[in-house]
């Protein structure tokens, strides 16, 4: 909502800046808070539930933020200052909610009954000693670990193919219907999206309910990868390249809200947060890096279809790297509670 009181390129970085660092600690703070309230076997699709927030905001926000910007001149706002300031107001209200209704562990929920909240707190005190057992609760030692730094360049992949495609999919389906821009293409748009919603649960249940997770990941990454090898070779039709991107968007975001309960795995304690923080602020790198190699090799080459197979090629990397991770066949949460 400060975004209102940029005047000049000078005031704009500065706001840019306060609003990143503002933001940096937003995901992995849930990513770990999640791991205090669920259990192994329902991680997954935990996880996935809070991640479709993403393709539910952009399906919702094309339309909402037109809305608001054609609100130019009312009350003596400009256009931008309506969506900066409505599309910020519902973040401040659910920060305060969270502070009243949240705890930072389920033993201090007092809307839990005190069965469930006695049931939970065990459960997450039995997972969170079995890691401390088995897996990495020391930083050093964490830091030192080929799994963590291997785990970090599965998400830098993984982010840089993610806004590689998301920046970039409306042009390309512009360019797709020759250039033409319409409502139908708005709808076409969001139908990756849509479909990549069902996706994301059903792969989140089904990796919980088998505890499986690394080859989850790794199907998930081969798929969108096969999709974007078919959206290069189905460029000429709109609506083949329209299912070949749906393809790629379904598996593309299954794979986080199976990634991220790889992690809990083998990390606990403080060196659980650190850990989950680096992993996602070198994979944030990639959304920098996804969409500049998309416009460099669109420039370069005139047509996104180099692009697009050099993002294939960061999935099929991925996939190779998650699949070489010494990880159990299952994780060891779900096996008990299953």
């Known amino acids: 909502m400060g975004m209102v009181v940029v005047r000049d390129v000078h005031t704009f970085y500065v706001a840019r800046i306060l609003l990143g660092l503002a933001e940096a600690g937003f995901f992995p703070g849930i990513v770990l808070y999640l791991t ?8 997954a699709r935990t996880g996935a539930l809070f991640m479709m927030a993403a393709p539910v905001a952009i399906i919702v926000g094309a339309p909402i933020s037109n809305r608001l910007l054609a609100l130019d001149g009312a009350l003596g706002l400009r256009g931008w200052h309506w969506l900066f300031v409505m599309e910020g107001l519902p973040a401040v209200v659910l920060g305060v909610l969270a502070l009243r209704a949240l705890t930072d562990r389920p033993r201090d929920a007092e809307w839990l009954s005190a069965a469930d909240r006695e049931w939970l707190t065990r459960t997450m005190d039995e997972e969170s000693a079995r890691r401390a057992a088995t897996g990495h609760t020391s930083l050093s030692r964490s830091l030192r670990s080929g799994r963590v730094w291997l785990i970090c360049a599965v998400y830098f992949l993984n982010t840089v193919v993610t806004y590689g495609i998301f920046l970039w999919l409306p042009k390309m389906l512009t360019e797709a219907a020759g250039g033409r821009q319409s ?9 990756p999206f849509v479909a990549a919603l069902v996706a994301m649960f059903l792969v989140g249940r089904h990796s919980d309910r088998t505890g499986e997770r690394k080859y989850h990941v790794a199907a998930c990454a081969m798929t969108a990868a096969v999709g974007l090898v078919l959206a290069v070779a189905f460029r000429g039709n709109l609506w083949l390249v329209v299912l070949s991107f749906t393809l790629s968007q379904v598996g593309q975001r299954s794979v986080q809200g199976v990634f991220w309960a790889i992690p809990p795995i083998f990390l606990g304690g403080t060196a659980a947060a650190a850990c ?44 190779i790297i998650v699949s070489s991770l010494r990880l159990p066949a299952r994780d060891p949460g779900v096996r008990r509670l299953a």
């Open 183 to 191: 409502f139908g293409l708005s709808l076409m748009t969001a139908l």
């Open 36 to 43: 205090y309230w669920i259990p192994a076997a329902d991680r």
């Open 276 to 319: 989950i923080g680096l992993i996602n602020a070198i994979g944030n790198l990639g959304g920098w890096v996804g969409p500049s190699l998309m416009g460099m090799l669109r420039d370069a080459t005139g047509t996104y279809s180099r692009g697009l197979l050099v993002l294939a090629a960061a999935l099929v990397i991925e996939t």
